[in-house]
């Protein structure tokens, strides 16, 4: 039962990169405040986010709310 969960890990592990590698590229060429709306619409976490573009996720948290505040207009 440990292997399994041994493998599991690693499948779960090798995901993750994965998909900031995606995310990666699928921000790799518009601004932060773009890339955080993009990835946030994808679903990604804000620490995940904050990863991809090299910022904090207290910076994304604060882009995601005006983003948010801008749709409430």
């Known amino acids: 039962m440990k292997t399994n969960e041994k ?4 499948i779960v592990a090798l995901l993750a990169q ?3 590698i995606e995310a990666i590229q ?6 932060v405040t773009e890339g955080a709306r993009l990835l946030k619409l994808a679903g ?8 991809v573009l ?5 910076t994304i ?13």
């Open 54 to 58: 090299n910022t904090s996720p207290a």
């Open 7 to 10: 493998t599991d890990d690693k």
């Open 44 to 51: 990604l976490d804000n620490q995940t986010i904050a990863e």
């Open 61 to 73: 948290r604060t882009l995601t709310a005006n983003l948010r505040k801008r749709r409430a207009r």
């Open 26 to 31: 699928a921000a790799g060429s518009k601004s």
């Open 18 to 20: 994965i998909l900031k």
